[in-house]
């Protein structure tokens, strides 16, 4: 069974310009999260997608936004992009939400570099 | 108080020891405990869940879990120093069906041949 892939994998942009990453579930996944991974805050949860509406979100700014399609495929944007928001930008899939017992499977990850 | 702290590292273990990672949680209703590993430059990777109180064995992988305490561990029997990377705990509530799950910092470990 194919993994959870991302899309791009590397990005550089410069500041102000928006971005958009996409993300393929695990094949009859149905949840999509996504998680903002930098050295010194670590995995943050950024929100989570479940039947093509957001289930949850995390404390980031308004600039970052998301959408979930019908197929599960999940893309999340961000605008006007800032230093600050040079991480890498990781999905995670899982076959359901709102069950505690649901384990979360990565994608490789885009690495976004903000000039 | 952080949600879910780990044991500071790095953590340096010979090979062949066993080594031992350590996680609290704040949130006393927290049912769901994970335990992933990432190794530089890639993405975390599932090793275990555990939900009840009590040990969980996979291989060289024992998670152990007291709710009461408020801690999970993760034991690596006979490291390898293929297991060096860093360990994320996670931890997912109950407050709401849709809970997020939180990740703690991560503890690097280190296996020395």
């Known amino acids: 069974k194919a993994g959870v892939t991302q899309t791009p994998r590397y990005l550089i942009k410069t500041r102000g310009q928006q971005v958009t990453l996409s993300c393929s579930p695990i094949?009859?996944?149905?949840?999509v999260s996504w998680y903002q991974q930098t050295p010194g805050q670590g995995l943050q949860f950024l929100f989570e997608y479940f039947s093509e509406t957001q289930r949850n979100k995390g404390n980031f700014p308004g600039r970052f936004s998301g959408r979930q399609f019908s197929n599960s495929r999940s893309e999340m944007n961000v605008s006007t992009l800032e230093l600050g928001d040079s991480a890498l930008y990781l999905c995670?899939?899982?076959?359901?939400?709102?069950?505690?017992?649901?384990?979360?499977?990565f994608g490789p990850g885009t690495r976004l570099t903000v000039l | 108080q952080k949600e879910v702290e780990q044991n500071s590292g790095p953590l340096s273990v010979p090979e062949g020891a066993i080594a031992s990672l350590n996680c609290t949680y704040s949130?006393?209703?927290?049912?769901?405990f994970f335990w992933y590993r990432q190794y530089s430059g890639k993405s975390p990777e599932l090793i275990m869940s555990i939900y009840s109180n009590g040990d969980k064995e996979d291989g060289r992988f024992t998670a152990q879990l007291n709710k009461a305490s408020q801690y999970v561990s993760l034991l690596i029997r006979d490291s390898q120093p293929s297991d060096s990377a860093t360990y994320l705990c996670a931890v997912k509530g109950v407050k709401t069906s849709y809970d997020k799950v939180i990740f703690g910092p991560g503890t690097s470990l280190s296996v020395i041949p």
């Open positions: 094949s009859g996944h149905r949840s």
């Open positions: 995670a899939s899982s076959k359901i939400a709102g069950s505690s017992y649901n384990e979360q499977f």
């Open positions: 949130d006393r209703v927290s049912q769901s």
